[in-house]
């Protein structure tokens, strides 16, 4: 079986998986944008964010989880105020010490691209194009991609076909050739599975019971780290 692509997801994979405050870090939103109400505004923005990933859930990602701008409006934020875009970057900001990028990362990009193998991420995202790509760019590895899709740019999101259709066409390859490396069982393995990819399951997450669930789900390889990667992508073209 030859491999030509080798797609990833992005948090809990490429990035390892953190336990974090989230409303906490929504309130580094929200002290600078409503210092009055920002525990109020703080939880509302929480609890919207929280929702959309269980609705993208529930659905099978027919509906994805939408884009930031949507939790903002719901909560009465003026998305187009200054102090809003202040407020932005301190939220984004709060996460970068979540965000890096697994150590193992840039040998495996590098070595999979030494063989020919393309390479892309495809992330469920609230987040805008350009603040990923600065945190991939930061960590050294954005031109380590071939392709980039996040759902903040799509109408569905993980395990919806039409995503990983999406990537594949992208890459020019069809999805025999193509192993997808992801932390959910759901998203990522069931939903590679499902258009004919191979599924390699890194089960470190600890992702929340709204969101998870296995169904019976069997990946084709499960790796401990991302760096095992390499070796389970190797052995299927040997094969």
């Known amino acids: 079986m030859t491999i030509q692509a080798v797609v990833f997801d992005w948090g809990g994979t490429l990035t390892p998986w953190h336990n974090v405050d989230l409303t906490k870090l929504w309130m580094g939103y929200s002290e600078i944008y409503d210092p009055v109400n920002a525990k109020e505004l703080a939880e509302t923005l929480n609890h919207g964010e929280q929702a959309r990933w269980s609705r993208q859930f529930e659905t099978n990602g027919e509906i994805g989880t939408g884009v930031l701008d949507e939790l903002f409006h719901e909560a009465g934020v003026d998305t187009s105020s200054a102090l809003h875009f202040e407020a932005l970057e301190r939220y984004l900001s709060g996460w970068d010490p ?4 697994d150590p193992d990362a840039i040998e495996l990009l590098e ?10 991420v495809l992330s469920n995202t609230m987040w805008p194009r350009r603040h990923h790509e600065a945190v991939l760019q930061r960590d050294g590895v954005l031109h380590l991609f071939d392709y980039l899709l996040f759902t ?6 993980k395990p919806h076909k039409s995503v990983f259709a999406d990537v594949l066409y992208n890459l020019d390859v069809t999805p025999e ?7 959910r ?4 393995i069931h939903g590679a599975q499902s258009i004919g990819m191979r599924g390699i399951w890194i089960p470190h997450s600890n992702i929340p019971a709204s969101q998870s669930s296995d ?3 069997i990946p084709d390889a499960t ?7 390499m070796d389970v992508v190797t052995g299927w073209i040997t094969q």
């Open 98 to 101: 979540h965000t890096y990028t």
């Open 111 to 120: 070595g999979l691209r030494g063989r020919g193998i393309k390479t892309a």
């Open 152 to 157: 903040s740019e799509t109408p569905t999101g």
């Open 177 to 183: 050739h193509v192993a997808f490396v992801g932390d």
């Open 185 to 188: 069982l759901f998203d990522d």
């Open 215 to 217: 169904l019976g789900i």
């Open 223 to 229: 790796v401990q780290r991302l760096g095992e990667v």
